[in-house]
């Protein structure tokens, strides 16, 4: 979340805040601080319904600000921070989409969309001044050593000057984690260049589901003794990757995000395959299943039914997810609801 630079009595602006950014670093000031990454430069195109259809052309513009960012590393920072709630406000007051508290708002808010006002609610403002404030972090570590991504994830966590003094990340353990865990969720709001590699765990987690073939579903079902074993589609897919050492979210639309996305061409056994209604938003999906191949998947697909084979080849296609397992490991414990 977009943390205060400055101790109290101190007023933000001008020098004085830039000594405070480069001093301090956020995760000093609010322990278990989320946030963002990417692979900045180039063009990064966004992965199939990773980004709410509403948000989508304001990501891909504003990702491209400066070479530290890009469209995906913005997606990542603000799922990361609101799950894509615009209404969003942690308890120590964080507010909006992007997650400003009311002072680093009024230092670094812009008017996006040149309506005449900076309103921290409105993604349309909300989502520039995060893209402007990641690229005014990267500027004052533009002369490190080092990807410069890594070294603006570096600054944020840690503050500039830790990143200026050991010539890149500074090896402090939370901001090593917090830069590594960053750039991994943001994969998985890029569009795939090339083959995405295949998963090593892919076959114990298709193993498990085959072994709860013909069991009925059951809504909520985790597999517990208390439910007999049964499962609902997530339930079941979280259940077949611990089985595998991944511990997966409970849902089906965070799932979406353990991973990077291959297309429907180069699917392959163990992959994630996910439902919508609205093919334009990942986190409106509503079912997920494990492919096996063949164009089929083995899920818990409804109420009064059982856990079985089913063609994934139907109108309601999302996508694919191909689980890592630092894809999972990056993804925030509780995303609000957009």
Same mark, same amino acid.
């Given at each position: %979340?977009?943390?205060?630079?400055?101790?109290?009595?101190?007023?933000?602006?001008?020098?004085?805040?830039? @000594?405070?950014?480069?001093?301090?670093?956020t995760?000093s000031l609010?322990?278990?601080?989320t946030? +963002?990454?990417?692979?900045g430069?180039?063009?990064?195109?966004?992965?199939? *319904?990773?980004?709410?259809?509403?948000?989508?052309?304001?990501?891909?513009?504003?990702?491209? @600000?400066?070479?530290?960012?890009?469209?995906?590393?913005?997606?990542?920072?603000?799922?990361?921070?609101?799950?894509?709630n615009?209404?969003?406000?942690?308890?120590?007051?964080?507010?909006?989409?992007?997650?400003?508290?009311?002072?680093?708002?009024?230092a670094?808010?812009?008017?996006?969309?040149?309506?005449?006002?900076?309103?921290?609610?409105?993604?349309?403002?909300?989502?520039?001044?995060?893209?402007?404030?990641d690229?005014?972090?990267?500027?004052?570590?533009?002369?490190?050593?080092?990807?410069?991504?890594?070294? %603006?994830?570096?600054?944020?966590?840690?503050?500039?000057?830790?990143?200026?003094?050991?010539? *890149?990340?500074?090896?402090?353990?939370?901001?090593?984690?917090?830069?590594? &865990? &960053?750039?991994?969720?943001?994969?998985? !709001?890029?569009?795939?260049?090339?083959?995405?590699?295949?998963?090593?765990?892919?076959?114990?987690?298709?193993? !498990?589901?085959?072994?709860q073939?013909?069991?009925?579903? @059951?809504?909520?079902?985790?597999?517990?003794?208390?439910?007999?074993?049964?499962?609902?589609?997530?339930? @079941?897919?979280?259940?077949?990757?611990?089985?595998?050492?991944?511990?997966?979210?409970?849902?089906a639309?965070?799932?979406?995000?353990?991973?990077?996305?291959?297309?429907?061409n180069?699917?392959?056994?163990?992959?994630l395959? +996910? +439902?919508?209604?609205?093919?334009?938003?990942?986190?409106?999906?509503?079912?997920?299943?494990?492919?096996?191949?063949?164009?089929?998947? &083995?899920?818990?697909?409804?109420?009064?039914?059982?856990?079985? +084979?089913?063609?994934?080849?139907?109108?309601?296609? !999302?996508?694919?997810?191909?689980?890592?397992?630092d894809?999972?490991?990056?993804?925030?414990?509780?995303?609000?609801?957009?």
């Amino acid at each position: %979340m977009r943390k205060a630079w400055l101790v109290a009595g101190i007023s933000i602006g001008g020098c004085t805040a830039f @000594l405070a950014l480069l001093v301090v670093g956020t995760y000093s000031l609010t322990a278990g601080a989320t946030g +963002f990454g990417g692979s900045g430069g180039g063009r990064v195109a966004l992965a199939k *319904g990773a980004v709410p259809a509403r948000y989508q052309a304001l990501v891909q513009k504003w990702g491209n @600000l400066c070479p530290a960012i890009n469209p995906a590393l913005l997606a990542a920072q603000l799922y990361q921070e609101s799950g894509w709630n615009p209404r969003a406000q942690s308890h120590a007051a964080a507010q909006g989409i992007a997650q400003f508290i009311p002072g680093t708002w009024a230092a670094h808010g812009v008017d996006g969309d040149g309506d005449g006002d900076r309103d921290v609610w409105d993604p349309a403002d909300a989502i520039p001044s995060a893209a402007t404030y990641d690229c005014k972090i990267a500027g004052y570590v533009k002369r490190a050593p080092g990807d410069p991504t890594n070294n %603006m994830l570096a600054a944020y966590n840690a503050g500039a000057y830790a990143v200026i003094r050991y010539g *890149g990340v500074p090896p402090y353990k939370e901001t090593q984690n917090y830069v590594r &865990i &960053i750039r991994t969720l943001e994969k998985s !709001f890029a569009r795939p260049v090339g083959r995405v590699d295949p998963s090593r765990q892919a076959a114990g987690a298709i193993n !498990f589901s085959q072994q709860q073939l013909g069991k009925k579903y @059951l809504w909520g079902g985790n597999g517990t003794p208390e439910q007999d074993g049964r499962f609902d589609c997530s339930g @079941l897919t979280q259940a077949a990757y611990r089985t595998v050492g991944i511990e997966l979210p409970r849902v089906a639309n965070d799932q979406y995000n353990a991973g990077p996305h291959p297309p429907r061409n180069e699917l392959l056994p163990g992959d994630l395959v +996910f +439902f919508s209604d609205d093919l334009t938003n990942s986190r409106a999906i509503r079912h997920v299943g494990i492919y096996v191949g063949g164009g089929y998947m &083995i899920n818990a697909p409804r109420p009064g039914a059982v856990i079985r +084979f089913d063609k994934i080849d139907t109108p309601d296609y !999302f996508g694919a997810t191909r689980v890592t397992e630092d894809g999972a490991k990056s993804l925030p414990k509780h995303p609000p609801s957009a």
